[in-house]
């Protein structure tokens, strides 16, 4: 397996401007986890799909940020507009197990540096 | 609520040398804990998971941690140090919160290995 996919690796953008990131979870994983990487904040969970719905969205920052999984096999994660605070690394994770399980491993992209000028 | 707290945001280690990453957890019920690591430019991967069994848990790369319920701890060891070790380091907890999985992740310890 090609383990999951994210794209594009790097981002650079300029303020306002749209950003899409897009995610490929291993396939046959139900769950699948949006992550923020910055050197402030570490790493901070932004959403949760359990079988393409969202289960917690409490991460989001706020209405700029919008995500969604149309399929099991992708997700995406936008921003609009984009601001300079927004540039980060950007992961997407998956797991495989039933949802309730508590020891589930998840499984890492190789995240998506985004910086906003 | 649970919690993980990681101490030491670096720690440096001479090659060969004993590798201690601390952790401490906290939670409301008996937890299920992870160790991540997360090498330059590249995602987490799990180094290790400790799931109520035994509690001295062997990971990958010689890694191991014990699990110790009168500390509240969970750290990470290994004996000898190689270069390629330096990373940085996650503790993770995880519990069921509404009938799904939802993990905490700590601060992170970068770990220098000095030749």
């Known amino acids: 397996d090609a383990g999951v996919i994210q794209s594009p690796r790097h981002e650079v953008t300029e303020m306002g401007q749209e950003v899409t990131l897009r995610c490929k979870p291993i396939?046959?994983?139900?769950?699948l986890f949006w992550y923020r990487q910055t050197m402030m904040r570490g790493l901070e969970l932004l959403i949760y799909f359990n079988n393409n719905v969202p289960i917690d969205d409490s991460g989001m920052p706020e209405d700029r940020f919008s995500a969604k999984m149309p399929n099991a096999s992708f997700s995406t994660l936008k921003i609009q507009p984009s601001e300079p605070r927004d540039s980060a690394v950007y992961f997407c994770a998956s797991s495989s197990g039933l949802a309730a399980q508590r020891s589930d491993e998840q499984f890492f992209g190789p995240g998506t540096r985004l910086t906003v000028l | 609520a649970q919690s993980v707290t990681q101490l030491g945001s670096h720690v440096s280690v001479s090659e060969g040398a004993l590798v201690l990453l601390r952790c401490n957890y906290s939670?409301?019920?008996?937890?299920?804990l992870f160790w991540y690591v997360q090498y330059p430019n590249q995602g987490l991967q799990l180094l290790l998971k400790?799931?109520?069994?035994?509690?001295l848990v062997k990971g990958i790369n010689g890694f191991e941690a014990e699990f110790k319920k009168s500390e509240t701890s969970f750290h990470l060891t290994k004996p000898s140090a190689h270069m390629s070790d330096a990373a940085e380091y996650f503790c993770?907890?995880?519990?069921?919160?509404?009938?799904?999985?939802?993990?905490?992740f700590g601060t992170g310890t970068k770990l220098q290995v000095i030749p």
């Open positions: 939670s409301s019920v008996p937890p299920y």
């Open positions: 400790y799931t109520s069994a035994a509690t």
């Open positions: 396939s046959g994983h139900n769950s």
């Open positions: 993770a907890v995880s519990l069921r919160s509404g009938g799904y999985q939802k993990v905490t």
